[in-house]
C-alpha cells in the first residue's frame, strides 16, 4: 500500500482527520479540489477561538501547519474513482494516476443547489443564509426572511425568531392549518406570493420584491439548502445514502464507519445539521477511529 489512509476532501473535517492521524505518525494523502463548501462567506462564526475569521483563512493556516507531520501530503486534486481491492482500495486521479490505500476518509463536502431567484445566489454566504447560529448575531433585531422549501423551512421560521422579526415567504406553496398556528404563536409573519427578485446594493439585501411589484423590506433571508454529494465516490463505493429533506446523507456508526468496512465519512456529508465546529469534531472521530482499526485491525 502507498498510504494508510487517503482522505478525500481537504476541508475542515477532512484536515482535522489528517491532524490526528499525522499526529499518530502514519502515512496519509489528502486530496482537495481547493472548493470548500463555505468559500462564499466571509466570515465563520461559532468555532471556538476562530470566530469572525474567514474560512478560506482558517484552512490554510490548517494546511501550513499540516506541513510539521511529515508523514502527511495534500495535493490538490480530484479524485474521479475509487475501487475496493483485497487489501484496501484504489483512487483514481484526474491526472490519469492511481493510488492505493488501506483505508478512505470521505470528506469531499456537498454541493448546494438553490431556488432560482434572480439576485439570490450572488448573496449566498452573505446575506443569503442557511444557519442562524452561524450567522444569526449579526443580523440581530433587523428584518428577516425566511424562503419556504420543504417542511424544515416552518421549523427554521419559527427559530429565527430569535433573532429578529421574521417573514415567512411561501412563494407559492401552502401551510397546513398546524403549521400557520404554530408560526403565529411565534409572531411570524407570513407571505404567500411568489418571489420576483432579492434587490440591494452590491450583495447586501436591503428587500424582497414580490411578483406584482411590492417590495418587502428584509435584510437576510434565511433558505434551507437543498444539497448534492461533491464527488461521485460514495456511490461509486457503493456506502449506505438516506435521502433527506436536505439532500443524501451517508450512513455511518459512531466511529464514523460507512456501510463498507474501511470506509469513513465526516463532515457535512454524513451528519446534518451542518457547522464548521461540527465537521471539525467529526474529522477528529474518524482519523482517531481509522488509527485504531489500522492498530488492531477492526
Known amino acids: 500500500m502507498q498510504f494508510d489512509t487517503i482522505i478525500i476532501g481537504g476541508g475542515f473535517a477532512g484536515l482535522s482527520a489528517a491532524t490526528y492521524l499525522g499526529r499518530a505518525r502514519r502515512k496519509v494523502q489528502v486530496l482537495d479540489t481547493g472548493k470548500p ?10 468555532f471556538l477561538g476562530q470566530d469572525g475569521r474567514a474560512p478560506l483563512d482558517i484552512l490554510s493556516d490548517a494546511r501550513l501547519q499540516l506541513k510539521s507531520y511529515p508523514t502527511v501530503s495534500v495535493r490538490t486534486t480530484a479524485a474521479q474513482s475509487a475501487q475496493s481491492k483485497s487489501d484496501g482500495f484504489s483512487v483514481g ?28 445566489a450572488a448573496r449566498w454566504g452573505i446575506s443569503v443564509l442557511h ?12 428584518s428577516l426572511g425566511v424562503l419556504y422549501r420543504n417542511e424544515i423551512s416552518v421549523h427554521q421560521a419559527q427559530l429565527i425568531t430569535e433573532w429578529g422579526p421574521t417573514t415567512l415567504f411561501l412563494n407559492g406553496h401552502e401551510l397546513t392549518t398546524e403549521q400557520s398556528g404554530l408560526l403565529i404563536q411565534r409572531g411570524v409573519q407570513i407571505e404567500p406570493r411568489p418571489l420576483a427578485a432579492l434587490e440591494g446594493e452590491g450583495t447586501n439585501l436591503s428587500n424582497i420584491r414580490l411578483q406584482g411589484g411590492h417590495a418587502v423590506e428584509i435584510e437576510a433571508l434565511y433558505v434551507v439548502p437543498q444539497s448534492a454529494h461533491a464527488s461521485p465516490l460514495a456511490a ?5 445514502v438516506e435521502e433527506t429533506m436536505m439532500g443524501p446523507l451517508i450512513v455511518t456508526d459512531e466511529a464514523k464507519m460507512t456501510s463498507q468496512p474501511g470506509v469513513y465519512a465526516a463532515g457535512d456529508i454524513a451528519r446534518a445539521p451542518h457547522s464548521v465546529s461540527w465537521a471539525v469534531g467529526d474529522g477528529v472521530t474518524a482519523g482517531t477511529a481509522v488509527h485504531r482499526a489500522l492498530v488492531f485491525g477492526k
Do not use: M, Q
Open 37 to 46: 463548501r463555505n468559500r462564499f462567506s466571509s466570515a465563520s462564526h461559532g
Open 93 to 120: 486521479l484526474d491526472t490519469g494516476e492511481t493510488l492505493y490505500t488501506r483505508t478512505l476518509i470521505l470528506a469531499f463536502g456537498l454541493h448546494d443547489t438553490l431556488p432560482d431567484i434572480p439576485g439570490l
Open 131 to 142: 444557519c442562524p447560529y452561524c450567522h444569526g448575531f449579526e443580523y440581530s433585531d433587523r
Open 236 to 240: 461509486l463505493l457503493g456506502v449506505k
